[in-house]
């Protein structure tokens, strides 16, 4: 939980990751801790914490990455704002996706705008792993 965060994900790049098309997150800044696990919480008028990803080390620009993929090519030749890349290595699929409404009452979640630190969410956390569950995707 410690090296893990939330990072807030607009519905039409969810459904990229999940097809296996985008395989990097592209942030502008990245979190203080070495994030190895992402959870994707999807924004309106999804609302739903929907996605866990095993990222690699992440990767500044201007070093390259694998030109295959949603928005690989322009990271690569400077044209995005984003300056970091989180490799995606593995996704996961919440076994029964919760509702921001659902977390905000049991969890005191709130949405995050750029991200969060899971660590603040521990009863969150615990819920997921030993109740709701995971499926691997790829």
Do not use: C
């Not at 994030?35 to 690699?56: G, K, M, N, Q």
């Amino acid at each position: 939980m410690q090296n893990e965060v939330i990072f807030s994900l607009k519905p039409k790049f969810a459904n990229l990751i999940e097809r296996g098309v985008k395989n990097h997150e592209f942030r502008k800044y990245t979190p203080k801790t070495l994030s190895v696990r992402i959870w994707f919480y999807v924004t309106a008028p999804i609302s739903t914490l929907l996605y866990v990803v095993e990222v690699a080390p992440v990767i500044k620009y201007p070093i390259k990455i694998n030109p295959k993929g949603y928005g690989n090519e322009d990271f690569n030749n400077g044209l995005k704002k984003a300056a970091y890349a989180f490799p995606i290595i593995h996704l996961y699929k919440l076994n029964k996706p919760l509702k921001l409404n659902e977390m905000r009452e049991k969890y005191g979640f709130t949405a995050p705008q750029g991200f969060a630190y899971m660590s603040r969410y521990p009863e969150l956390y615990m819920h997921v792993v030993k109740s709701v569950g995971l499926n691997q995707l790829y």
